[in-house]
Structures are given as C-alpha cells and as structure tokens.
C-alpha cells in the first residue's frame, strides 16, 4: 500500500545514506519506509505490539510464533518511521528486522553480522552503522567515526562521547561553547578574544576535526577566535586522552570532530524560528533530497539567520550561516561528496571585561555593566568547502578520502579598561584601545584505507592512512592606553579611533604563523580469542611551526620583534590497546598512548629544547545496553608529561648566554593529570532521553623550578556533573516532553593565580509540545535560579572577568511539513 514519505528522516535510512552503500535498486523501499507515522503502542505483549504496528503502517510483519511466544514488547509512541518504531518495539526482544520489500517485514534471531544490516536479500555495508544521529530521537549512537573507519563505543579503548542532533536541538545548542560545555570531560574557556580554548582533562586542545581532518583552529596571536555555529553538523564526536595517532602534534587532552549534515534520499524539509530574552531572534530552513530520479544525486541547503542583544549593555551580534551539499552516487562503489559554508557575522563585542579589586575579589557591580565604547564593533568572515570520496572495493575493504578548505577574516575594534581596581576606589587604571585584522588560511587532506580479513584462523582489521595540513595567518593588532578609567563612571563615548590612528599612536605588532603537519598513521585489530581484542597502531609525524612577529613599539628600543620556530621529523607516537567482551553488552579495556609537544624555548647554548613528551594511561569498562539504546561508560585515566620548559635561574641575564636579554630554559619540567569519568547517554527507559556524566580530574607540576606541587591547568575544575535529559509522557500526554538538567563545577584558579573562581549549579530545562505531526512548540529556560556567577576564562585582576548568563528563554516553533 503506498503511503507518502516524512520530512522526518530514520535512523536507519540515514545510516544508509550517510555510508552511501546501498545500491540504487533499494533507494524507492529506503524513501517509502521514511515516512513519519504517529505511533501510541503502550508495552503489552510483542504480538499484540506487532499487530498495531501494522494497523497503523500497513506493513505485514512475518514471524514464527515460536519466537514471539512469551515475548513483551516495550512498546513504543511519537511520530516516528517504519524502521525507527519497529527498532523501538524490538527493543529487549533478542529479535531483529530484515525489510522484504517497502510492505513487507520478516523477524529473526538477531545475529551478530559485525558491520551488516540486512534488507532483504542484500547486505548493506555499514560503516556508518548507528552514526547519523538526525532523525533518531536519540542522545547517543551506535558507532563513531572519530578513530577512522567506524566502530561502536564500547569496541574503542578511549574514552569517545557524542554529542547528537537531538540532545543539541533539546538544549537549543546553537555554538560550540555550548557544545562543549554539554560533553563529559570537557571544559570551555574564554579567550581573550572573542572565542574560547577548549580542554580535555587538563591540557588544551588546539586541532578541531571536520569530518575526520584535523586543522588547526586556536591560533592568532590574540587570543581564541573559533566561533563556530553548530546549526550544519550532525553530530559532534569527541575524544579525551592521548590522540596523537589522529593529529600529531599538540594532542595530549584529545581530539573533536564535526560531522556535517549529509543529502538524503527522502525529500526533507524543516523550517524553525526562535525568539527569547533580550530580543534574540532567530530563524532557519534546513531542506534536501534526491535531485535526480535514480535517487543518484542528493542535495542538502541550510540557511540559518540570527540576531539579538544581550544582558550586557550595548551588546548586539548578527550572524548569518549558508551551507550547501551534494553527494553523487559515481556508480554502485563510489560517492563522491562536495560541500560548501559560509557563516558572517557582525555585531558590538564586550571582550575583556571586567577588573577584579586588587585584593582578589569581585567587583560590586551589575550584571549589565559595560567597560566597552559604543563603537565597538566585530566582524567575522569564514568560508569553507569540502570534498570527500568514498570507494568500496568489495564488502570488505574501502578506501575514504577527505580535503578542507577554510577562509577566515577577523577584524575588531574595542575599548575596555584594565587594571586591578583599589578595595574602597572605583579608579581601575587605563582604558585600553584595541584594534585587529587577522587572517588565516587551512588546507587539510586526510586520506585512508580500511578492511577486515582472517589471517593465520584470527580475525583482524587493518586502517593504514595519512594526513597533511597547512596554516598560515597574516596578523596585525594595534593597541593604546589612555589613563584615567573609572569603573564607576565609565566612559562609553569617547572619540572612535581606527586602526591606523591606534598604532600611530601607540604600538602595532604585525605576525604571521606558518604550520605545517603531515603524518602516516596505521592501526592494526586482532581477535585473539573470542572475547580479547587487540589493537596496536602507530603513526610518523613531521611538524613545521614557525611564528613571526615584527613589534613596532618594541623597535625604539631595540627589542625588535620575536621569531619562533621548531621542526620535527619522522617522530613516532605508538598506541596500544586491548578489549576483552564480558558479554555482548559489556567490554573492559586498557590502553596505552604517547603524545610530543614541540617546544620553541632556547637553552644557554642556544639550542632547541626536545619536544614534551606525554605518556597516557587509561582502563575502563563500557556497556551498550537495551539494543544500543543506551551506552554507558567509566575510565580511569593518568597522563604525564616531561620535558616541559622551566626556567633557567642559573643564565646571567646581562651576559652573552641570555635569551633575548632573559632567562633561558630547561627541559626539566614534569606535568600530572588523572582521574575518573563516569557517562550514560542514551534510553534509560521507554520514553527517557538522558545525557550524564561525572569528572574528577586533578592536574599537578610535578617538577618546575617555581610551581612545584601547584595545579598545572587552572581553569580546569576538579569535580563536574552534567545532566540533561528528556522524557515524553505516556499515554494521551505523548505529545508533550519535558526537559531539564544542571551543569555544575567546583572551584577554579584564576589565570593570574591570583585568586580563586567560585564553583556553581546552573540548572535548565525546556518543555515542548507537538501542536500537530508536522509542528512542534518548545521553551528553553537558562539559569533557572538566576545564579549569579563567573563564567570560566583566563581571568586576571586586570580584566577578562565575565559574568554568566542571568536567567533567560527561548521560545521556538518547528514545522516538518509531509509531502
């Protein structure tokens, strides 16, 4: 019986579009077996859930009795596809689906296939198995891409967490600040600039990840500027640990990856629009499908418009986000996968912020209050494009192939004030005029092989694959102080310079980064036994870092500017792991990962220093429980580095041997970082969404010349929770959802080590309701308690002190028309 096809794509239909596996003759059963029903089955008996099943699909459900004698079903509710809802209510049964035809359904025993899922009579190769979140309704996934090829949670040595569609939608996640701060593990920190630095148990991570290459993204020479818009990613996958087998250099905390939206098979349309506090207001248009008959060529467009205020004074932002793309089937093997974006931004940026008294503590003002000018103003320019190939030579082995190219201007003019503020006095010092023009410029190209075999009675599996990318920046910033600032009375109006009229004033500083990173990486996988899996891998890295900077202000006395540069060649970084099963829902696991660090400090001699070198250590056990509905996960971790730069009191600051008049250094310095990370993501009961975790993370110099036995990462908390989950309501209540969570810290360091940041609870929550199948109206309240707080940054008694979000909604309304 034909039936029209959802705007709402499946799980399943995803994972077969994503891996572009399916030969063309199944594409019409995948497009009709997409559409969206509205499901109510309550948990009864699998029969009987079988049979409303097909009342409702029309779809015909053969299955031998003996199998489903005894059998409960959980049941299942929402507007959901075929494929989706009859996962759901299979959910525990031991039984699994094989799709004849688009009315046509058999059950069996499930099986074990490895990387299969069966239609019919054809096998489909899953690569992408469980990876597409969009559609499943799910805040976890049955298998990530992160470590090459793809692998299930639990199969992988690491600790890997995912951040999915659904749970970035229930939480109106729009940045990857917010991204970040709903990952287990993982801390986001104000730059300086109008971005953040991003850590993962103690050390920053400086790389991100686009669809498996990695670039790097966190250098300017002011400060972080990565302001990402998470409206065209699926998902976002994160790795925390050693990774330098994936990126090379600079990857002690470990590694993210965002995985872009794809084209589907099924004709899709979303159109979304938001307004919330502060008058913030945003819209967008996600749409996509096949193009040409034959299902051959796919396209996806979304345009994503926003705007708004904030709770700090004068502070408005507009941001614009295009992105476009096309896959194309070359023949039955080979999809061939072009994309562009393009996000532009302008607005009046608040960057520094607020003083602190000199004694430490906070200032005595409002939420609101602004050290800026009202000519502040920002804009961001970022334009990239993405090619990616996929070959499948036979069921077993393939070949992926990825490329990166990314534009990106930043340019700025801002007042602040800075200077520690006097107990009993408002006058904080200086006003300082602040004017940049960055630009950058990154190629990366990431390439591999993958295959499963049998050899000598083990089965194994082997990714051997390199990876290449290029960074250049040209850079300049200018900078003036003006005395006199009060905090009390600040001066919002003051005459508007411009670029040229700060440097002839005062300083200009003109510099250029040129980094470049190539790397061979392999892994190897063998079955031992049964049970035991080992994993070895390696990779070779050659890394070229040069900085250059010429110091106009610096130059009339005869500094002159500042040159770094370091090189390293054919460096190897192993890794060793191994996963013993208990059973099919449960794995423990060990691991073994090194890491190198170039440095750029000189010696007496005036010779390099050896790059750090790290060592990480971690074993835990993983559970994918309830069908993959819910992943589960605790590590224990260590991670030491040595080699690190310390100061070298012994150089004779006036003599011959100094280091640009200063002292040198010393590759004696010792770093500690361990722990434990609790997470479960997924179903924990029909119905119940959630996303939890636990951190405890520690960070010690064990050896420096002057900060021995003090915390190595200060803006890393000790302990964090993060909570959110979501739960639809049974019965005639299914069309409403209520959501709720809390993210809580303790107690940081400033970055000055000056004084201590106060921890905090910041609890959220969202209700929605399905109006009707295609609209869906939700509400987001941020801070609920109206915590008044400190946002995490590198603050100073100087400045860079940024209060948290007071309390605030966002409204939204979503329409999924049906075709």
């Known amino acids: 019986m034909a039936h029209r096809f959802a705007a709402r794509p499946l799980l399943a239909l995803a994972i077969s579009i994503a891996s572009c596996t399916a030969p063309l003759s199944l594409q019409a059963a995948q497009t009709t077996q997409a559409q969206s029903y509205r499901f109510d089955i309550p948990g009864q008996s699998l029969d009987g859930a079988l049979a409303a099943f097909s009342a409702v699909t029309r779809v015909q459900v053969l299955v031998s009795g003996e199998l489903t004698q005894g059998v409960v079903s959980p049941g299942v509710s929402g507007n959901l596809g075929q494929r989706e809802a009859l996962g759901l209510l299979l959910g525990g049964t031991g039984l699994s689906a094989a799709f004849i035809n688009a009315d046509t359904v058999t059950l069996e025993k499930r099986v074990d296939t490895g990387s299969a899922l069966e239609v019919g009579a054809t096998t489909i190769s899953a690569d992408h198995l469980g990876t597409t979140t969009e559609g499943s309704g799910s805040y976890t996934t049955g298998a990530v891409t992160i470590g090459k090829g793809t692998q299930k949670l639990k199969d992988i040595p690491q600790s890997v967490s995912v951040l999915t569609r659904k749970a970035m939608d229930d939480q109106n996640i729009s940045t990857l600040t917010q991204a970040i701060e709903a990952v287990p593990g993982m801390a986001s920190v104000k730059s300086p600039g109008p971005g953040m630095f991003m850590f993962a148990r103690g050390f920053e991570i400086e790389s991100l990840q686009y669809d498996g290459v990695p670039v790097p993204r966190n250098v300017y020479a002011l400060g972080s500027y990565i302001t990402e818009n998470m409206v065209i990613y699926d998902r976002m996958e994160v790795l925390r640990g050693a990774a330098g087998l994936l990126q090379g250099a600079n990857s002690p905390g470990g590694a993210v990856n965002l995985v872009r939206k794809r084209p589907q098979a099924a004709p899709t349309v979303t159109l979304s629009a938001k307004a919330g506090s502060w008058d913030r207001y945003a819209s967008q248009a996600d749409v996509g499908g096949p193009l040409n008959e034959a299902g051959t060529i796919r396209g996806r467009a979304v345009v994503n418009y926003e705007k708004g205020h904030s709770f700090t004074d004068y502070v408005w932002n507009w941001e614009q986000t295009v992105y476009g793309a096309l896959d194309f089937d070359l023949d039955d093997d080979t999809t061939l996968g072009v994309g562009f974006s393009n996000k532009k931004s302008h607005g009046r940026p608040y960057l520094i912020a607020l003083p602190r008294h000199t004694d430490g503590s906070a200032l005595d003002v409002s939420r609101s209050t602004y050290t800026g000018a009202s000519w502040n103003r920002s804009f961001n320019d970022q334009t990239a494009v993405y090619l990616d190939l996929e070959h499948r030579f036979n069921d077993h082995w393939k070949f992926n192939a990825s490329a990166l190219a990314m534009n990106e201007s930043n340019e700025a003019t801002y007042q602040f004030i800075v200077g520690a503020v006097p107990v009993g006095s408002t006058k904080s010092g200086n006003y300082a005029d602040y004017s940049t023009d960055f630009y950058g410029k990154n190629r990366g190209f990431d390439a591999y092989v993958s295959g499963d075999f049998e050899a000598l009675s083990f089965k194994q599996s082997l990714v051997l694959g390199g990876n290449y990318s290029k960074y250049n920046t040209d850079d300049g910033y200018a900078r003036a102080f003006t005395p006199g600032a009060d905090i009390g009375a600040i001066d919002h109006h003051r005459p508007e310079p411009t670029y040229n009229s700060i440097a002839d004033r005062a300083n200009l500083a003109l510099s250029t980064y040129d980094i470049t990173q190539k790397g061979l990486y392999g892994t190897w996988r063998i079955n031992l036994t049964d049970p035991l899996t080992l994993i070895l891998g390696a990779r070779t890295s050659w890394y070229d870092f040069a900085f250059d900077q010429d110091n106009y202000y610096a130059r009339q006395y005869e500094e002159g500017g500042e040159k770094n540069s370091v090189k390293s060649n054919g460096k190897v970084t192993p890794f060793a792991g191994l996963v013993y099963a208990l059973d099919d829902q449960w794995s423990v696991y060990g691991s073994y990962a090194e890491v190198f660090i170039p440095q750029t400090q000189l010696t007496q001699q005036k010779t390099g220093l050896p790059p750090i ?202 329409y999924k028309p049906q075709f």
């Open 613 to 814: 070198e790290g060592r990480n250590y971690e074993v835990g056990i993983k559970g994918e429980l309830m069908d993959g509905r819910l992943n589960t996960s605790l590590a224990l971790f260590r991670y030491i580095h040595e080699n690190r730069a310390v100061t070298d009191f012994s150089t004779d600051i006036d003599g011959p041997n100094a280091c640009s008049g200063w002292y040198c250094s010393t590759a004696s310095g010792k770093v500690r970082s361990q722990g434990l990370e609790a997470e479960i993501s997924g179903q924990l009961a029909p119905g119940l969404q959630i996303s939890s975790s636990y951190t405890y993370n520690t960070t010690v110099f064990l050896k420096d010349t002057e900060l021995k036995g003090k915390v190595f990462s200060t803006a890393v908390p000790k302990h964090m929770l993060r909570i959110w989950s979501d739960y639809k309501l049974p019965g005639d209540l299914s069309r409403i959802s209520l959501g709720a969570g809390v993210n809580a810290q303790t107690a940081t360091t400033s970055f000055d080590r000056n004084f201590g940041q106060a921890g905090f609870a910041i609890f959220n929550s969202r209700v929605a309701y399905e109006a009707s199948d295609e609209v869906t109206l939700a509400v987001n309240v941020n801070n609920i308690l109206d915590k008044r707080y400190y946002i995490p940054s590198y603050s100073q008694l100087v400045g860079n002190n940024y209060f948290g979000d007071p309390r605030n909604m966002m409204f939204s309304v979503t």
